[in-house]
């Protein structure tokens, strides 16, 4: 099956760094990829839909100049959390659209001290 | 606004007894609806998707959920739950062809031997 491969799974940076998380799909092309946003014992909040080639779509109160996006391939997509803060410290999980529906990665764990 | 109601947040049972969980979405028109399940430290799995026909879904692992349309739901449900069962559950919709998924807030399912 349609498989998306999510780096790091964990990473702690420090206040003011930058940090860039990896979503590769292994056995197809994702033309769509979805970031979530999971906080502890929440559910997953879609922070911006990105499409291979054009800019990436954010959510409503997703602030796109501290969560870049790049959709360069049609196996890559990755999300950089810039000058990263504290409040930034969640789980991101990155998500590709296939044929019969989803399939997500195994998520990003970032802890910023 | 779109949205996605899971009520149950949390659910405990015993081994065998019947589960269900319930799930409501915002507004009609047409609708995609998933269910996923998240065990402890993995990540996101599909149980199983409408997306038409039968309003009444078999998926994965004995579950199966059951779209009614007049009442914007599409419950979960297991005749006879396992300790294995013991995870994180998310409903979640997309509409009109979007491929924006909304998911619920989930509900963590505790089996007790």
């Known amino acids: 099956g349609a498989v998306v491969s999510q780096h790091p799974s964990w990473v702690i940076c420090k206040s003011g760094t930058s940090v860039k998380i990896e979503c590769r799909s292994l056995d197809f092309q994702a033309t769509t990829m979805f970031w979530y946003r999971q906080f502890p014992k929440q559910s997953l909040m879609l922070m911006a839909t990105?499409?291979?080639?054009?800019?990436?779509?954010?959510e409503q109160g997703v602030e796109k100049d501290k969560f870049l996006i790049n959709h360069a391939s049609l196996t890559l997509s990755t999300l950089t959390v810039t000058s990263a803060h504290p409040e930034d410290s969640s789980f991101y999980i990155c998500?590709?659209?296939?044929?019969?529906?989803?399939?997500f990665g195994s998520g990003t764990r970032l802890t910023v001290v | 606004a779109q949205s996605v109601s899971q009520h149950n947040h949390h659910v405990i049972l015993s081994e065998a007894a019947s589960l269900e969980l319930g799930c409501n979405y915002s507004?009609?028109?047409?609708?995609?609806l998933f269910w996923y399940v998240q065990y402890p430290g993995q990540h996101l799995q599909l149980l199983l998707k409408y997306f038409s026909g039968d309003p009444l879904v078999k998926g994965i692992k004995g579950f199966e959920a059951e779209f009614i349309k007049s009442k914007f739901s599409f419950n979960l449900r297991k005749p006879s739950v396992q300790w294995s069962d013991t995870a994180e559950y998310f409903c979640?919709?997309?509409?009109?062809?979007?491929?924006?998924?909304?998911f619920g807030s989930g509900t963590r399912l505790l089996v007790r031997p």
């Open positions: 979640a919709v997309s509409w009109d062809s979007s491929y924006k998924l909304i």
């Open positions: 990105s499409n291979e080639g054009s800019k990436a779509t954010y």
């Open positions: 998500s590709a659209s296939v044929g019969y529906g989803y399939t």
């Open positions: 507004y009609g028109g047409t609708v995609n």
